[in-house]
């Protein structure tokens, strides 16, 4: 994996649980030296691509909405009874796969259950920080890059005899979102920074992701109506950032979830 000659996905979505994860239904049953496993998940990016998936499964028969101990990790590589559905016809992002993936008593070996059983969760938890850091990055990124672009472009672009920047309403937008762009950057170099010394935490790591997400989302959408009707054709990188950077707020856990784990430490 790390030399990239294998590429994987993390199947933890299914059709019916998404943002409650103990709500997953794909079960992982013990035979002999094997595991087998059942299921189905959805969205899962490098599905198609992939060789093999990071599968979160229900580990002690239980059924509805699981205990915090309920589910384990397996690395499942592609083979008999794993298939792949289509490819996902998303409306961003259309340089990677994401896909379905179906497990029909797909057979694993012990040695490839994650660490320990019934600690699929703390596991998965474990890493949220990091998935939620990598979010706010690209978030970042996106809403510098789209605020560079837009800069070049109203200076670029004539109307009523003036450049498109020259309004004083160009102005003052683009005066808000270099402030949001200047904050978000220190926000998240702060998260980085505390990422790297191993101190960010649950909470700090979502408000990251919530903060710099909503920034991608609503810069977006405001510097492609600074684009006129060129922001709403995809061969302008606006639009398809307008495009892309609409999952953010969404994937990684939602910014929903993000504000109830908040909320959380604020009320305990
Ligand atoms: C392009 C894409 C790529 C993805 N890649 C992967 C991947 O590689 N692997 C993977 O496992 N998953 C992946 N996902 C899944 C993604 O993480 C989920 O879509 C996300 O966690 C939300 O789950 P859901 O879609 O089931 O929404 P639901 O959980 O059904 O949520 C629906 C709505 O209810 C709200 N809601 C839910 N619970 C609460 C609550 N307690 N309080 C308030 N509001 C709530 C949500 O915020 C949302 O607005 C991907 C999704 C997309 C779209």
């Not at 409650?20 to 299921?39: E, H, M, Q």
């Not at 700090?204 to 920034?215: G, I, T």
């Not at 609503?218 to 061969?235: A, K, N, P």
């Amino acid at each position: 994996m790390v030399s990239g000659e294998n590429v994987t996905s993390i199947a933890w979505t299914e059709p019916g649980a998404g943002s409650d994860l103990r709500g997953i239904r794909t079960k992982a049953v013990r035979d002999g030296d094997d595991w087998l496993i059942s299921g189905q998940k959805t969205f899962i990016g490098n599905g198609i691509s992939g060789d093999a998936s990071l599968v979160l499964a229900r580990t002690d028969g239980s059924t509805g909405r699981g205990k915090h101990d309920s589910f384990s990790l397996f690395m499942v590589g592609k083979g008999e009874g794993y298939t792949t559905g289509k490819q996902l016809d998303k409306m961003g992002l259309k340089a990677s796969d994401t896909a379905e993936l179906f497990f029909d008593d797909v057979r694993v070996p012990h040695a490839d259950l994650v660490g320990e059983e019934g600690k699929g969760l703390q596991y998965a938890a474990e890493q949220l920080p990091q998935g939620r850091l990598a979010i706010a990055v690209a978030s970042s990124a996106v809403v510098r890059a789209i605020y560079e672009a837009t800069v070049r472009y109203t200076k670029d672009r004539n109307a009523f005899g003036e450049r498109v920047i020259d309004f004083q309403n160009t102005r003052f937008e683009l005066a808000d979102i270099l402030t949001e762009l200047e904050v978000t950057e220190t926000y998240v170099d702060q998260a980085i920074r505390a990422f790297n010394a191993g101190e960010l935490d649950a909470a700090s790591a979502a408000r990251a992701k919530l903060w710099a997400s909503e920034r991608a989302k609503s810069v977006t959408d405001r510097c492609l109506q600074l684009h006129g009707g060129y922001g709403y054709i995809l061969e302008y990188p606006v639009a398809q950032a307008f495009l892309a950077a609409r999952l953010l707020t969404i994937f990684g856990g939602t910014n929903e979830i993000m504000r109830d784990v908040v909320g959380r430490t604020i009320a305990d």
